[in-house]
């Protein structure tokens, strides 16, 4: 895999730097009681806008 080069691995995206440190991609969820869990802020991919 490439410095610098986002890839999609087996629990989500993530970029492996130089020095060797790694940026991964999260997604936030909300729970609260009496309600499903659902995604408050989806995974962004290392690399775009909001990362």
């Known amino acids: 895999m490439p410095l ?3 890839v999609l691995g ?3 995206a993530l970029r492996l ?3 060797g440190q790694v940026q991964r991609a999260l997604a ?3 729970i609260a ?3 499903p869990p659902g995604v408050a802020a989806p995974a962004e991919l290392p690399g ?3 990362f």
């Open 33 to 35: 009681p009496g309600a």
């Open 10 to 12: 087996a629990d989500g």
């Open 28 to 30: 936030v969820y909300a």
């Open 4 to 6: 610098g080069e986002v």
């Open 48 to 50: 775009t806008a909001g």
């Open 17 to 19: 730097n130089p020095g």
